[in-house]
Structure formats: structure tokens, C-alpha cells
T-cell receptor, first 114, second 113 residues
Framework: AQSVTQLDSHVSVSEGTPVLLRCNYS??????LFWYVQHPNKGLQLLLK??????LVKGINGFEAEFKKSETSFHLTKPSAHMSDAAEYFC????????????FGTGTQLKVEL | NAGVTQTPKFQVLKTGQSMTLQCAQD?????MSWYRQDPGMGLRLIHY???????DQGEVPNGYNVSRSTTEDFPLRLLSAAPSQTSVYFC????????????FGPGTRLTVL
């Protein structure tokens, strides 16, 4: 069994300040973890993924996430928010190499203010 | 490559009507899946297929049918639409031998009146 908890449904930051979107996961097997972003009325775009290599994963648009097994966390960060980062972000888990099913978190809406 | 394509983009149905949501991919991916997205619930898996001729149920399969006659296409059929099926539907595909990454289509927004 696997599950994902996104700890904040809404996050609001000022432009130029750091972004932190929190995600905790549960998995019976070694997980693969993903962050997807969805801009309004658009599809889902992969930001970054963790499979089994380095625990600090760098993605597109300056985002990165750190896999912490001891804390079962995979938080998404960015040093400086931009207005274009305003979107909904989904943390996703799948069982690596085994089942193909993705389990999505309920999403975090990021608002970026001037 | 066009990637994953979905048609139509928008659809309005009346309760009881049937329709098929189309999904196609040109990446020769064996694995394809359908999700629905509802506010505050993330995406939930409806049905998936690990290859032509093979389909299986996901988390919320009731009211939906699928078939996979070719590698490229994975249509989703609503047999008798209900207002509870008002949602945004996403199709996705991946090559499980190469990567865990799933590629998503642009979505179909369905309203059932």
C-alpha cells in the first residue's frame, strides 16, 4: 500500500522569497517520488523525480526536492519565488520497478504575491 | 512526437447519455492509464493497461469501461453518464522498462447535467 500526504492545501509567498511545499509519503516498497505542477486549465508537467540515485533532486525552473527516508518526506523547495510559479503542485508516489500505479496527494495551491 | 493527445477538450452530456473519451500516444508506451481530477482530491486512477489486450481496474472504475486493441489508443467509455462523473479526465502513458515517469495528456473537461 502507498499513500501521500501534502501537508498544506494552500501556500502563499511573496515574489523573491523561498518556497516550501511539504510532502510525506508511505510505501511498502522502495518508492519513486515525483512532483508535478499544474497551471490553471492546463495538464500536468513533471517538475522532478526521485528514483534511487541522489537524495537531493534538481528539477526544472529552479525547483529541487530532498528525499529523506528517515522522515518519509519529499519536500519541494525553491530559493526565490516567481509570479509564474503560481500553480497547483502534486506530490506523487509509485512503487519503484513494481506496480505502475501512481498515488497522488491532494495538491498544494501556491499563490505568489507582489 | 505529439506525445499524449486527448479529445475532446470539453464535453457536456445529459444524464444517461454515453460517450467515449479518446486518448492516443505516439511514444510506443506499453502502459496507459486514465485518471479523474476532482477539487481537493488530487488525481484518482480509473483504469489502466499494461499492454494491448490487457486492462485492469484502478481506484474508481465504476461507470467506466476501457479497451486496448492497439498500443497507441486507450479510449474511456462512459456507459450512462451521471452528474457524479463531472470531472477533468487525464490520460497518461509510460514505458515501464525505461522509466517510472508518466506523461500526461492535456485533459478533457466533462460536465454531466
Amino acid at each position: 500500500a502507498q499513500s501521500v500526504t501534502q501537508l498544506d492545501s494552500h501556500v502563499s509567498v511573496s515574489e523573491g522569497t523561498p518556497v516550501l511545499l511539504r510532502c510525506n509519503y508511505s510505501s511498502s516498497y522502495s518508492p519513486s517520488l515525483f512532483w508535478y505542477v499544474q497551471h490553471p486549465n492546463k495538464g500536468l508537467q513533471l517538475l522532478l523525480k526521485y528514483t534511487s540515485a541522489a537524495t537531493l533532486v534538481k528539477g526544472i525552473n529552479g525547483f529541487e526536492a530532498e528525499f529523506k527516508k528517515s522522515e518519509t518526506s519529499f519536500h519541494l523547495t525553491k530559493p526565490s519565488a516567481h509570479m509564474s510559479d503560481a500553480a497547483e503542485y502534486f506530490c506523487v508516489v509509485s512503487n519503484r520497478g513494481g506496480g505502475n500505479k501512481l498515488t497522488f496527494g491532494t495538491g498544494t495551491q501556491l499563490k505568489v504575491e507582489l | 512526437n505529439a506525445g499524449v493527445t486527448q479529445t475532446p477538450k470539453f464535453q457536456v452530456l445529459k444524464t444517461g447519455q454515453s460517450m467515449t473519451l479518446q486518448c492516443a500516444q505516439d511514444m510506443n508506451h506499453e502502459y496507459m492509464s486514465w485518471y479523474r481530477q476532482d477539487p481537493g482530491m488530487g488525481l484518482r486512477l480509473i483504469h489502466y493497461s499494461v499492454g494491448a489486450g490487457i486492462t485492469d481496474q484502478g481506484e474508481v472504475p465504476n461507470g467506466y469501461n476501457v479497451s486496448r486493441s492497439t498500443t497507441e489508443d486507450f479510449p474511456l467509455r462512459l456507459l450512462s453518464a451521471a452528474p457524479s462523473q463531472t470531472s477533468v479526465y487525464f490520460c497518461a502513458s509510460k514505458n515501464p522498462l525505461a522509466s517510472d515517469t508518466q506523461y500526461f495528456g492535456p485533459g478533457t473537461r466533462l460536465t454531466v447535467l
